[in-house]
Structures are given as structure tokens and as C-alpha cells.
């Protein structure tokens, strides 16, 4: 397995946000994430990309526990995260956003190589590229967010809510993309509350609830699960 999460234990002062939750990545995969909001979606990809400490549990990325390897270490490790919210600098030009991805490398030839793959999945990124993020669309922005990730050319992607906020044909686009992405050889952990366009793109799912994973399955068959369309798909 690629990423392994073992017995993880989330608190929040008293509040425990995550209770021993346990699941896995396999390398090729998409793996979605659903839930409703507070379920502890998010807490769990901030764990995993160092921004929360654990109080319990193991992390394990390509077999190593990685609980006390810094945030920046793990990007240079191979994992990346795309936050809610997009969260690009505002005040930064679209190649700028870029290059701060890509700060981990050190070798500029390669860093021209990804800038390069960059614009060509993101063409619209490539005209704007001296534009100030801040006077992006909401769907460009999360193009540059995705982009940004991608300049660290990580093993995986953790995406939290890509779709949030953005017009249907948008939202189309940006999951168009994320399965290019996965296309071309990057792991995906997806976090999405529209469950239905995340299982119609996974290959397997977890369901989250208060804190602990209470289903599990094949994306196919969460898809055609009576509990799981009526709570999450709406049906």
C-alpha cells in the first residue's frame, strides 16, 4: 500500500474529531472520502499532510511511519495536498503560485519540465500565467490549485472538496481533470461532498461519520447502496 492509516485518533482539545479510523491507498488508485460536513473529512487529509498532530495512531506512507516527518518533508516525500477553498496567493501571479509548489525541488530543469506539464494540462493557466491569482475565476483558481500540488510531482494528491463552489459545467472539468491526473500516474485521495461525482470517479470509497469510517466498499457497489444513495446522493 502507498498510504496506510492505522487506529488514527484525532482530538481537538476535549472534542475527538477522529476515532481510530482505519483505511488504506493502494498506488493507482482513487480513493474517495464522503460524509456530511464535521464528519472529519478535512482533519483527516490535514493529518495526513502534517498540518494536525495525531494523538493516536500510525500514518504510513510507503511503509514508513511518518507522524513526526515536518509538512514540507512530506511534500517532498510525495504527498500533496490541494485545500479547501482553493487558497491560492492572492497577491502572486499565477506562475508565481507555481513555482511556490515546486519549492521542495532543486533541480530547475526538471522544475522547467513540470512547469511546462503544468500548462499543458492547465492551458488556461499558461495564458494567464502573469496574472494576479486573485482576479481568477473561481474554476481557474482551482486549476491553480491543482497545478500548484502538481509542481511537486507527488506519488499522491489529496483533494479536499475540488468542486466546492463552483458552476456545474466547472465541476464537470475539474473531475474531467482529476481523472486525467490519475491518468498520467498520480494516486488520488479524494474528499468531495458530492459523493455521487466522487464514487462515479473512484475506485474504492469510505464513509465517514462523526469522526469514524462506518462503511467501505468498491465505488460501484457505495454507488447502488440504498442507505448510502439516500443519505448522500440525494435518491
Known amino acids: 500500500m502507498l498510504l496506510t ?15 481510530e479510523i482505519n483505511f488504506s491507498v493502494d498506488r493507482g488508485e482513487i480513493v474517495a472520502l ?4 464535521g ?11 502534517g498540518l494536525i498532530d495525531p494523538k493516536e495512531g500510525e500514518i504510513l506512507f510507503e511503509g514508513k511511519d511518518i507522524r513526526r516527518v ?5 511534500v517532498a516525500m510525495g504527498i500533496a495536498q490541494v485545500p479547501e477553498g482553493r487558497r491560492v496567493f492572492a497577491d502572486m501571479t499565477v506562475e ?9 525541488r532543486k533541480d530547475r530543469t526538471e522544475y522547467a519540465d513540470t512547469l511546462d506539464m503544468v500548462f499543458n494540462r492547465f492551458p488556461r493557466l499558461k495564458e494567464r500565467r502573469g496574472q494576479l491569482s486573485g482576479t481568477l475565476s473561481g474554476g481557474e483558481q482551482q486549476m491553480l490549485a491543482m497545478g500548484r500540488a502538481l509542481m511537486s510531482k507527488p506519488d499522491i494528491l489529496l483533494l479536499d472538496e475540488p468542486s466546492m463552489g463552483l458552476s456545474p459545467i466547472m465541476v464537470n472539468e475539474v473531475f474531467d481533470i482529476i481523472r486525467q491526473v490519475h491518468e498520467d500516474g ?3 485521495l479524494l474528499v ?3 459523493a455521487k461525482k466522487a464514487l462515479n470517479i473512484a475506485d474504492r470509497a ?14 460501484e457497489e457505495l454507488l447502488n447502496n440504498d442507505s448510502i444513495r439516500k443519505a448522500y446522493l440525494g435518491e
Not at 39 to 49: D, E, F, N, R
Not at 70 to 74: D, E, L, V
Open 39 to 49: 464528519a472529519g473529512k478535512t482533519t483527516t487529509l490535514h493529518t495526513i499532510s
Open 5 to 19: 492509516i492505522k487506529n488514527l485518533s484525532v482530538y481537538y482539545g476535549v472534542i475527538q474529531a477522529l476515532k
Open 70 to 74: 515536518p509538512g514540507h518533508q512530506r
Open 186 to 188: 498520480t494516486t488520488v
Open 96 to 104: 508565481d503560485n507555481l513555482r511556490m509548489g515546486a519549492y521542495t
Open 34 to 37: 464522503i460524509g456530511a460536513n
Open 206 to 219: 469510505y464513509v465517514l461519520e462523526t469522526g469514524s469510517i462506518t462503511v467501505t466498499g468498491e465505488a
Open 192 to 194: 468531495e461532498q458530492n
